[in-house]
């Protein structure tokens, strides 16, 4: 009996200082102040996801994520930790305070906004409808009489069912790369399809780079950051729109994605 | 569960896709036949040279897939300046292969008329032209109609294949209402009902036509 009451007795105390511990970090955290009192931002960035994160061939980490951790780092004027992450294990480490930012090509949804916070979008991602130069699409009504490639059951395919004028020829391919090769060998002028594919063709062929024409639906990156951080978010976001003013986004966006951002991005 | 009142709001998706693979069966079996005739004549009675451009034609093409050759075409000869709809390069796609397997089927049926028959036809001052529609043809087409009838269908249920470069046959349309709703089972069954019935009904005109061709069987 003794015996038990020892072990409660210390169960507790170890409880309630594992509490108190853990107030003490969400009450008195202020992320940008450990950032400048450290001297060090920890950010995590994807390494198995090119263009946004992958690993160089002088196996250091490379990509957009990478460029914008850099340039972030630079801005606050602090040494850079990166830290690689994995799509599924990017937000438990913002969660459990392993990182201070994540810049892994994170989407906004409802979900991920109740468990953190997000800054205003650094990258384009999103699915469009794109082609050749000489063919004038600007909008959706403008496909009316024209011939689209598409990947078969893709969402960029259903959203042209749901939304393109009844006179479009939709000419549906069986995977991604059937429906690269339809634009690239111009059986098709235009397709649709998400813009990270329209960079591989620029890569490809540069001579036939398309052209983004309009999107279909619009799902950019975000910075995630800890909920909370009031302080850290608008000094991000402060650098963000500097960063899209003084064109640095928009140079890492040529460098990575061989495309201009899209009309419109950040606003 | 299967349901199968899913594929109703398709059945027009279902029924042009039907269609098209009946109005491109009924093209292709009218030229590869002819473009099988007209090589296998050039096979049997040819000079050394047209013999052998037609039978690496037909190497070629019995030896490499049907599906490599679709691609080659369509996806291919842009390369070299010829751009085809999606139509165009599988009707191209699919008459040269059916060419290419009733050449070897048709040169076995004239290959089949006695070596007298022709010199008979010739005796009696017949030109070539002449021995070739009356006295060659029908028996040799007679002998080889079932193993011609059967190659037509193979290359009528191949043709599933050209949905790969976008035409909306019934194949195209089994995917693509998969695609939709998700109902695999039942788009596939009723898709491979519907190549089953445009089997037997191939099947069917072929016999009625033989039964018209080979009229001489009956009457002698």
């Given at each position: 009996m003794k015996r038990l009451t020892q072990l409660l007795s210390k169960t507790l105390i170890v409880a309630s200082s594992v509490a108190a511990a853990m107030t003490t970090m969400t009450a008195g955290a202020d992320v940008l102040q450990d950032i400048q009192d450290r001297k060090e931002i920890r950010i995590a960035v994807p390494?198995?996801?090119?263009?946004?994160?992958s690993v160089g061939p002088d196996l250091k980490p490379q990509g957009i994520d990478v460029d914008m951790a850099n340039y972030i780092a630079d801005q606050l004027d602090v040494d850079l930790k990166i830290v690689p992450v994995t799509s599924a294990n990017r937000i438990p480490y913002l969660q459990t305070k392993k990182v201070d930012l994540v810049i892994s090509s994170l989407g906004k949804n409802p979900e991920r906004e109740k468990a953190i916070d997000f800054t205003t979008p650094y990258a384009p991602f999103f699915l469009g409808v794109f082609g050749e130069n000489s063919v004038d699409v600007t909008?959706?009504?403008?496909?009316?009489?024209k011939t689209v490639g598409v990947t078969r059951g893709s969402v960029e395919d259903l959203e042209l069912e749901k939304?393109?004028?009844?006179s479009l020829n939709v000419r549906r391919f069986e995977d991604n790369n059937t429906t690269l090769t339809a634009y690239l060998t111009g059986q098709v002028k235009l397709i649709a399809t998400g813009n990270l594919v329209a960079t591989e063709i620029a890569k490809r062929q540069p001579q036939r780079?398309?052209?983004?024409?309009?999107?279909?639906?619009d799902s950019p990156c975000y910075i995630g950051l800890a909920e909370g951080e009031a302080a850290l978010q608008s000094k991000i976001n402060g650098i963000i729109s500097t960063a899209l003013e003084n064109g640095t986004l928009n140079d890492i966006s040529m460098k990575w994605l061989k495309a201009p951002l899209p009309k419109g991005f950040g606003a | 569960m299967l349901y199968f009142g899913d594929l109703l709001p398709y059945s027009d998706v279902f029924f042009g896709g039907l269609i098209t693979t009946v109005e491109l069966t009924v093209l292709t079996t009218f030229l590869g036949i002819a473009l099988g005739t007209l090589c296998a004549v050039l096979r049997q009675y040819g000079g050394a040279t047209p013999r052998r451009i037609v039978a690496s034609y037909v190497e070629l093409i019995r030896n490499t897939p049907f599906i490599v050759q679709l691609f080659f075409i369509f996806f291919g000869l842009p390369a070299i300046g010829v751009m085809l709809t999606p139509w165009q390069a599988s009707v191209i796609a699919l008459t040269i292969n059916l060419g290419a397997y009733s050449t070897e089927i048709i040169r076995a049926g004239l290959g089949s008329i006695p070596k007298g028959q022709v010199e008979a036809a010739k005796v009696l001052g017949m030109t070539f032209r002449q021995t070739l529609t009356r006295v060659i043809f029908v028996p040799a087409f007679e002998k080889i109609y079932p193993a011609l009838t059967s190659q037509c269908i193979i290359v009528m249920l191949g043709?599933?294949?050209?949905?790969?470069?976008?035409?909306?046959e019934l194949t195209y349309a089994a995917n693509l209402v998969q695609s939709r709703n998700f109902r695999a089972f039942e788009s596939y069954l009723v898709t491979a009902l519907l190549y089953l019935g445009l089997a037997m009904m191939m099947r069917y005109v072929f016999k009625l036509i033989g039964k018209r061709l080979f009229s001489f069987r009956e009457s002698s």
């Open positions: 390494q198995d996801f090119p263009p946004f994160g909008k959706m009504t403008d496909l009316a009489g939304y393109a004028p009844k780079a398309p052209e983004t024409k309009f999107l279909l639906k | 043709s599933a294949v050209i949905s790969q470069i976008s035409v909306e």
